[in-house]
């Protein structure tokens, strides 16, 4: 019989499960959900045999019925500044990778949901790689686990502070399982990392912001990249179906919801999208809505086809945006001498054949 992944589980369904399955009532269940929820997401652990205060036969149970294995780490490098890449295996061999960023004592850990992507951006390395799938809630769930591991961050005060879904993939073409992993996320009574904590990436899916402006409530950037719609067509395909309008539109929307400013960000490439009308152009955009900017330093990548702006230029773009009042920040490449810096993550897991039975 196949055993129940935990990492899939949210703490409710945890609950209705010990009931279910091992026949408990609904005050024994609770407590035990509260016991093992803390043992694997406050402590860390993963043997149920670990944890105590639980009888020998409700041990055999989960033991039984529930997999509290992990995926892998296949390969870790780290980078001069102290970025860390965890390419880790998934249990169909497939691969993902996780990014850790620090920031003194603390620092921010890249998630990623999916293995591959659809968006085919010009300029991202991730979007040459083949959409092999979805990750499920576990997947997604348990790059943070590794990386705590990795890092000893299994105290009160944590080590990685943040979250970003902005890893491999686009969180919101997975939106069921990101919801779900969020939710596993927030839960106070292990992980509790609040909504403000975590940030969701996404290139541009409107129908899925407006549904995550009330369900998921996180903290959400936008990968602009462009001031209109001509220029982001070229290097963003996903334009053609949803228009910058529309998307400035639906982020309003998310802002006022959740009453907080949308993170825009913005890769300068060099003659593409860095020029003075461009930055003007910006300017009318970021009025519409309450926002951040993060101008991005491009990172290259073998055989990319896009060179990074000039410093002259970099500095210009900013100080043009910047003395129109609104928040703008230039964000220095971390990670780059390991591939682990935005836009440069992939993977060789390629997109199995189906085989056809006649």
């Known amino acids: 019989m196949e055993k ?20 408990l009532d609904e005050k024994k269940s609770s407590m035990r959900a509260n016991q093992i929820w803390k043992f694997v997401y406050k402590k860390g ?43 880790l295996k998934l249990k169909d061999n497939n691969l993902v990778e996780t990014v850790y960023i620090p920031f003194g004592k603390t620092g921010t850990l890249c998630i990623s949901s999916q293995v591959g992507c659809t968006l085919n951006c010009k300029f991202c390395h991730t979007g040459t ?14 790059q943070l686990l590794i990386a705590k591991d990795r890092l000893t961050d299994w105290g009160s ?33 292990g992980l509790d ?10 290139a541009g899916v409107t129908p899925q912001i407006l549904e995550a402006a009330n369900e998921i409530k996180t903290c959400l950037a936008l990968s602009l990249h462009a001031p209109n719609d001509e220029i982001r067509e070229k290097i963003m395909p996903i334009n053609k ?68 702006s000039n410093k002259e230029t970099v500095d210009k773009f900013f100080n043009i945006v910047k003395s129109s009042g609104h928040i ?19 993977t060789e897991s390629e997109r199995k054949k189906k085989a056809l039975i006649n």
């Open 129 to 142: 790689q083949m959409m092999v799938r979805n990750l499920d809630t576990s997947e997604i769930v348990q």
């Open 157 to 189: 005060e944590k080590k990685i502070r943040n979250i970003v879904y902005m890893g491999m993939g686009e969180p919101f073409y997975n939106y069921s399982n990101v919801k779900k992993s969020i939710n596993i996320l927030n839960n106070n009574f």
């Open 328 to 346: 703008v920040t230039l964000r220095k490449s971390k990670g780059e001498d390991i591939l682990g810096a935005c836009g440069q993550l992939k």
């Open 45 to 87: 652990l993963m043997q149920v045999d670990s944890f105590l205060n639980i009888s020998n036969e409700l041990k055999e149970n989960l033991e039984n019925k529930i997999n509290f294995d992990r995926i892998t780490i296949s390969e870790e490098k780290k980078s001069v500044d102290g970025t860390t890449k965890w390419l």
């Open 241 to 308: 179906k949803y228009k910058i309008a529309d998307l400035i539109s639906s982020c309003s929307s998310y802002a006022k919801i959740n009453n907080e400013k949308i993170f825009l960000e913005y890769v300068l490439l060099k003659d593409i999208n860095d020029s003075e009308s461009c930055a003007k152009e910006l300017i009318k955009l970021m009025s519409k809505l309450p926002c951040k900017l993060n101008l991005i330093e491009f990172n290259v990548w073998p055989g990319v086809g896009y060179e990074p």
């Open 193 to 202: 990392y609040s909504s403000r904590r975590i940030t969701v990436s996404t």
């Open 4 to 23: 129940n992944i935990f990492y899939d589980l949210e703490y409710e369904e945890l609950k209705a499960y010990l009931s279910n399955s091992f026949d």
